[in-house]
């Protein structure tokens, strides 16, 4: 079973990327990984109500984490260009910093269709994680007439 994701947006003020939140929310280990910068800028906006200063980040990514989720092996891949945003806000009069990810493409694979929309769910109530496109795919395993 596969589950492709497409212009994912990740907000967080908690965590500074959905693989972080894998990591230390669902024990899932990073088993590979290559990323290279591409662009980094950063600015201090002076007149905005809100932001005080965004930090962007562009790069290429090839990351793959492993986990268990509903007792179902679940890899997660994530493919292509990233986009990394640390926005600094005031509230209250004190610094926050909310974390902005844009990812091109992330691919779950489990055995467990279940397992994909169960975790699919909770990232979607836990994070409000935003998916512009998303793609079933089913694989039939070994199985013998």
Request: proline content about 3%.
């Given at each position: 079973m596969t589950l492709v994701l497409r212009d994912v947006v990740f907000r967080s003020i908690d965590y500074r990327s959905l693989e972080e939140f894998l990591v230390e929310r669902y024990?899932?280990?990073?088993?590979?990984?290559?990323?290279a910068v591409t662009a980094s800028d950063r600015l201090r906006i002076v007149?905005?109500?809100?932001?005080?200063?965004e930090i962007i980040t562009r790069c290429s990514s090839t990351e793959i984490y492993e986990g268990r989720f509903l007792d179902a092996r679940v890899v997660v891949e994530f493919f292509g260009d990233i986009v990394r945003e640390e926005d600094i806000v005031k509230v209250d009069g004190r610094p926050?910093?909310?974390?902005?990810?844009?990812?091109?493409?992330?691919?779950?694979?489990?055995?467990?269709?279940?397992?994909?929309q169960r975790l699919m769910e909770q990232l979607s109530v836990s994070l409000g994680l935003h998916v512009g496109k998303s793609e079933w795919a089913f694989h039939r395993s070994g199985v013998e007439a």
């Open positions: 024990g899932f280990n990073r088993i590979e990984g290559e990323e007149e905005a109500a809100h932001p005080v200063e926050v910093v909310v974390y902005v990810v844009r990812y091109q493409m992330i691919k779950l694979v489990s055995e467990s269709g279940y397992a994909l």
